[in-house]
């Protein structure tokens, strides 16, 4: 059974850090992309960043460009999303998605998702 769990959300200070992981099992992450897309209250989920089965690194939101950043670890099954000089327009529920081989930004091209983990910046 495929699953994805994230974990690592939580309140965090302006200009803060969070590190978000996604475990996963049940396939093997070596052929799948994985994305991180967030939801904040009353907006459309989005995507956020994605890295490929091979590696390559995207970000699809331009204020979390040089702030955020994906990183796998096959072997742990696990994708992160480094989170730095957090602001409170980050705060949404963080969730991670797969699909096979490639990247998208759309929420409709993967296949199975998380639960989500709240991320919260506020003082």
């Known amino acids: 059974q495929l699953q994805l769990v994230e974990s690592g959300g939580g309140l965090v200070q302006p200009g803060g850090s969070l590190r978000l992981s996604c475990a996963t099992s049940g396939f093997t992450l070596d052929y799948y992309a994985i994305g991180w897309f967030r939801q904040a209250p009353g907006k459309e989920r989005e995507g956020v960043s994605c890295?490929?089965?091979?590696?390559?690194?995207?970000n699809y939101v331009d204020s979390v460009k040089g702030r955020f950043t994906i990183s796998r670890d096959n072997a742990k099954k696990t994708v992160y999303l480094q989170m730095n000089s957090l602001k409170p327009e980050d705060t949404a529920v963080y969730y991670c998605a797969t699909r096979r081989y490639y990247c998208s930004r759309r929420t409709s091209e993967y296949d199975y998702w998380g639960q989500g983990t709240q991320v919260t910046v506020s003082s």
């Open positions: 890295i490929s089965s091979t590696g390559t690194m995207l």
